[in-house]
């Protein structure tokens, strides 16, 4: 059975950080990417950052420079740094995993319910 469970959220103040992680158990041999995608209310679900087998990266421009996405070496944890916080960073944030980033894009693969952010101003 897959699970992926995040943790991490809360409340912040603008400027602040804040560091989820999303422990991943029973992912199917060949799920390359992982990464961590949010809504805002009344927004549309939006990725923020990837990362490939092979470490590589890659970052929403609106989170370039504030945020980082790292796994630990088994691969069975994700993390997202999140620093400089902004209030248009507010929204639930899930972390999903899959074969293809475009897949998990349109929804599909393993995701996990969510951990809430919200960054005051």
């Known amino acids: 059975q897959v699970q992926l469970v995040e943790s991490g959220g809360g409340s912040v103040q603008a400027g602040g950080s804040l560091r989820l992680s999303c422990v991943v158990s029973?992912?199917?041999?060949?799920?390359?990417?992982m990464g961590w995608f949010r809504q805002a209310p009344g927004k549309e679900r939006e990725g923020v950052a990837s990362?490939?087998?092979?470490?590589?990266?890659t970052y929403a421009d609106s989170v370039k420079g504030r945020f980082t996405i790292s796994k630990d070496n088994a691969g069975n944890t994700l993390y997202l740094q999140m620093s400089s916080l902004k209030p248009e960073d507010t929204g639930m944030y899930y972390c999903?995993?899959?074969?293809?980033?475009?897949?998990?894009?349109?929804?599909?693969?393993?995701w996990g319910q969510g951990t809430q952010v919200t960054v005051s101003s």
């Open positions: 990362i490939f087998s092979d470490g590589s990266t």
């Open positions: 029973g992912l199917p041999f060949g799920s390359r990417y």
């Open positions: 999903a995993a899959g074969n293809e980033w475009w897949l998990l894009q349109r929804g599909f693969g393993h």
